[in-house]
């Protein structure tokens, strides 16, 4: 598994977004300069004036049967 930050958007993904690949799929991404490859010691950068996001758990709801 190679993690890779990606330059533009492709997919699902969006620019700067990061995710692990395959090595070889990976590779191609960076190949193609879709991706940049990302070292585990390299942080994530904070988005420039703004706060970082804080994800919530989506609220659960239960049906009452009749």
């Not at 533009?8 to 995710?19: C, L, P």
Request: aromatic fraction near 6%; glycine fraction near 8%.
């Amino acid at each position: 598994m190679l993690p890779v930050r990606f330059l533009t958007r492709w997919m699902a993904y969006n620019a700067g977004e990061v995710a692990g690949f395959p090595e070889a799929e990976a590779r191609h991404l960076i190949a193609q300069g879709i991706a940049e490859p990302l070292s585990v010691e390299q942080p994530v950068p904070a988005r420039e004036g703004k706060p970082p996001r804080v994800t919530k758990p989506a609220r659960r709801t239960v049906e009452k049967g009749d």
